[in-house]
Nanobody, 124 residues
Framework: QVQLVESGGGSVQAGGSLRLSCAAS???????MGWFRQAPGKEREGVAA???????TYVDSVKGRFTISRDNAKNTLYLQMNSLKPEDTATYYC???????????????????WGQGTQVTVSS
């Protein structure tokens, strides 16, 4: 089982930027990887995902502001978050699939293992 450890969360003002990192204990090559977030009182939602051939998908609310990327040599996933808004405040989770899959998804059920999360707080 691959273990995931997120880092890079923190508190910023609206309009600011943060870069989240997710270090995996094993190879992430070819596997779908994603970032989800959960705000207090809300369900966890998919934010961004990256798959085979580094295809990406984003939830509409972060398009043009967030960028997901990966470094397979370092077994690390990233989420660059720019122009942050108070509504981006949440705990952010890294996730991945055990197998290589042809399509990427922002559905929670599409992923097999999860990190513990890192808190992002955006103040107005």
């Amino acid at each position: 089982q691959v273990q995931l450890v997120e880092s890079g969360g923190g508190s910023v003002q609206a309009g600011g930027s943060l870069r989240l990192s997710c270090a995996a204990s094993g190879s992430i090559y070819g596997r779908n990887m994603g970032w989800f977030r959960q705000a207090p009182g809300k369900e966890r939602e998919g934010v961004a995902a990256i798959g085979w051939y580094d295809t990406t998908t984003y939830v509409d609310s972060v398009k043009g502001r967030f960028t997901i990327s990966r470094d397979n040599a370092k077994n690390t996933l990233y989420l660059q978050m720019n122009s942050l808004k108070p509504e981006d405040t949440a705990t952010y989770y890294c996730t991945g699939t055990l197998a290589v899959r042809r399509t990427i998804s922002l559905a929670e059920t599409a992923y097999d293992y999860w990190g513990q999360g890192t808190q992002v707080t955006v103040s107005s």
